[in-house]
């Protein structure tokens, strides 16, 4: 199993532009989120799914969008990059989101917003 | 804003000494995780606690989980160059939302 993948690692934006960080896993987990972290503020819930077609916005939602087409997938679309967007962004999955399940990390996308 | 918080937010630690990070709610959590991050890393899942009292070991590592279920403190003792990191604490206070602590960053002496 590769466990949590996100592509890519690292990219550079200009303040505008749109993309989409990509996000997969292959556990069959059915609960999955998307984190930013940035120093000294911990991770901070960006949106969460608890199944395929579910969606739900976490801490700090605005200028985020996702969907959840798939139990894999779940992509993180950023509509118009702001500098305030540079970060670290981590996707994770779980089995669910009951009160035994651990979050998987994936190795996190380095943005960085001009 | 942040549901949970957690001090120190930085430990510098000389080898061999122990040292505590504590994790503290405003409400009352249903359980409460903890993982570890290495710089440049991802955070990786540690432990998990979810009664009311309850202490866990693993090794060198002490969790424990308040009577209120309202905080939590990680131990370590004999801090060795691996410990170096930084340990989240993360509480769930709903069934689908974990809310994370700043981090305590733990930096050892040799």
């Known amino acids: 199993n590769a466990g949590v993948t996100q592509t890519p690692k690292f990219q550079v934006l200009k303040t505008g532009q749109s993309m989409t960080l990509q996000c997969a896993q292959d556990m069959n987990h059915e609960y999955m989120s998307w984190y930013r972290q940035d120093p000294g503020m911990g991770l901070r819930l960006i949106h969460y799914s608890v199944g395929a077609g579910i969606t739900d916005q976490g801490e700090v939602p605005n200028g985020y969008n996702v969907s959840r087409s798939t139990t894999e997938d779940f992509p993180l679309r950023l509509l118009s990059a702001a500098p305030s967007q540079t970060s670290v962004y981590f996707c994770a999955s779980s089995i669910g989101a009951g009160v035994m399940d651990e979050q998987y990390f994936g190795p996190g996308t380095r943005l960085t917003v001009t | 804003g942040q549901q949970v918080m957690q001090i120190p937010q930085y430990q510098h630690v000389q080898e061999g000494e122990d040292f505590t990070t504590y994790c503290n709610s405003s409400t009352t959590l249903s359980n409460i995780q903890w993982y570890k991050q290495r710089p440049g890393g991802h955070p990786v899942f540690l432990i998990q606690?979810?009664?009311?009292?309850e202490v866990k070991k693993q090794k060198r590592l002490t969790f424990q989980f308040g009577e209120a279920k309202k905080n939590s403190s990680l131990h370590i003792t004999a801090t060795q160059t691996t410990d170096v990191g930084t340990y989240f604490c993360?509480?769930?206070?709903?069934?689908?939302?974990?809310?994370f602590g700043a981090g305590t960053t733990v930096t050892v002496r040799a």
């Open positions: 993360a509480g769930r206070t709903n069934d689908y939302k974990l809310s």
């Open positions: 606690l979810v009664k009311s009292g």
